[in-house]
């Protein structure tokens, strides 16, 4: 939102209904230092939420040194879907597996209870396509897309939901269709940070395009400072372009947001800063910092239950390998390879058998010497994500010794498959 002054500011409204009666929230962040600046509360009857959000506008606006758009008002009124639709909003935050799928439940109750509830359906996509990526189960991002265009039918201007239709539209490897998606919610809403997320998201997994993966990214960082999935992207593509001041601080600022939300401060589940941190230190030959960074992911996913978690620990435990293996610990890095691969083999024995696991075990076996099967993981990294697992294995130092191989140069150039 902006202020005639120009300011830009972040509103977060928060509702919560009890059998006591209910409460709706403003949070107005200024961008640049996440200070809230003004947080206006009003209190009422259970089945005056609606009246309640009217009353925390007229607020808002009164606190501002300007005006700003004029509120839209709650697609639905039915406080039943509603309530049902904040709760799978609530757990569709925390990120983790089962809250998830309780997400997925609180949603499809909502647009049961009232079929014409936009922002029920477009969660519903959200929920659904966020599953089928971390399950690497494409099923269930198509069936995202059918809730996602009955939203965008119901609220066709709708920025967040044809950014959501972006992220489904990734994770269905359909890179033109997701640019195209992300760049009509920029046209609805310029300042959506997600968005410019999500066209990174696009040339980084799709296109192996490090350089405008990182631009977009810190375009998204300016835009929400607090954006803690663009810091650790940023702090990834900044390391494999060997810009490791950028790299360094972009995955120090992950860690801040990372800790606030295990703090219970503020933000979103985020996993991977530490060993993003590590990988920048580790390509400059700092192995033992690296280890110690490692560590402290190590002992942070312990403490979380993020849905992303089982891949995590694949990469993870494939660095920490590396690195002992780099400082002559024979014995450390062996014990490391052998839990990545061990948990490689476990996540493809459920079906999980998404692109970026096998491409961190290709690693691992090739540091173990082991060529057959590094190659075969990195074809079926190859597979689900081509153009990036070829741009990143011309230049991972774990991939080294397969170089001379003939089914490597065909993973990192297509075109000298032999006619």
């Given amino acids: 939102a902006w202020t005639a002054a120009g300011e830009i500011v ?18 107005r962040q200024d961008a640049a230092t996440g200070r809230v600046v003004l947080n206006p509360r009003v209190d009422g009857a259970r089945e005056a939420i609606f009246d309640l959000q009217d009353r925390l506008v007229a607020e808002l606006v009164a606190g501002l040194r300007g005006q700003l758009p004029a509120a839209r008002p709650e697609d639905t009124q039915s406080l039943e879907a509603y309530e049902a639709c904040s709760k799978g909003l609530l757990n569709l935050q925390e990120e983790s597996q089962e809250s998830i799928d309780r997400a997925i439940v609180f949603f499809e109750r909502a647009v ?49 939901a044809w950014r959501y239709r972006g992220s489904a539209l990734v994770t269905l490897n359909r890179d033109e269709e997701a640019l195209a998606a992300f760049e009509s919610a920029l046209a609805r809403n310029p300042m959506d940070a997600s968005a410019q997320s999500g066209i990174a998201r696009v040339h980084f997994i799709l296109r192996g395009d490090f350089a405008r993966a990182a631009a977009a990214y810190e375009r998204a960082l300016v ?29 120090r600022r992950a860690i801040e947001l ?10 979103m589940a985020l996993v ?16 033992r910092e690296a ?62 058998d998404d692109p970026m696991s096998p491409y961190y075990a290709a690693g691992a076996h090739a540091l173990r010497g082991e060529r057959e099967p590094a190659l075969a993981c990195l074809e079926r990294a190859a597979a689900g994500r081509p153009r990036l697992t070829a741009a990143r294995a011309a230049i991972e130092p774990a991939l080294e010794t397969l170089r001379d191989e003939p089914r490597f140069r065909t993973i990192v150039d297509p075109g000298s498959r032999p006619a």
């Avoid at 972040?10 to 709706?24: D, H, I, R």
């Avoid at 400082?327 to 839990?339: F, M």
């Fill in 10 to 27: 972040y509103l977060q409204a928060e509702s919560v209904v009890s059998a006591a009666g209910s409460t709706a929230i403003l949070v």
């Fill in 112 to 160: 049961a209870l009232d079929p014409g509830y936009a922002r029920a359906h477009m969660l519903l996509g959200a929920a659904l396509d966020l599953k089928g990526d971390y399950l690497t189960t494409p099923e269930l991002s198509e069936r995202a897309l059918v809730s996602l265009d009955r939203a965008l039918a119901l609220r066709p201007d709708s920025a967040e």
């Fill in 223 to 251: 835009l929400n400072p607090r954006a803690g999935w663009s810091a650790l992207q940023l702090a990834h593509c900044a390391s494999l372009l060997r810009d490791f001041p950028k790299a360094e601080a972009a995955a």
């Fill in 258 to 267: 990372q800790q606030a939300f295990l703090s219970g401060r503020a933000g």
């Fill in 272 to 287: 991977g800063a530490h060993m993003r941190l590590g990988h920048a230190w580790a390509l400059q030959g700092r192995h």
């Fill in 291 to 352: 280890l110690e960074a490692y560590a402290r992911e190590v002992e942070f996913v312990r403490s979380v239950e993020h849905a992303l978690r089982a891949r995590i620990f694949i990469e993870l435990h494939a660095r920490i390998g590396e690195a002992h293996l780099r400082l002559g610990e024979a014995g450390e890095a062996r014990a490391a390879l052998d839990l990545a691969i061990e948990a490689h083999e476990r996540r493809m024995r459920t079906g999980a």
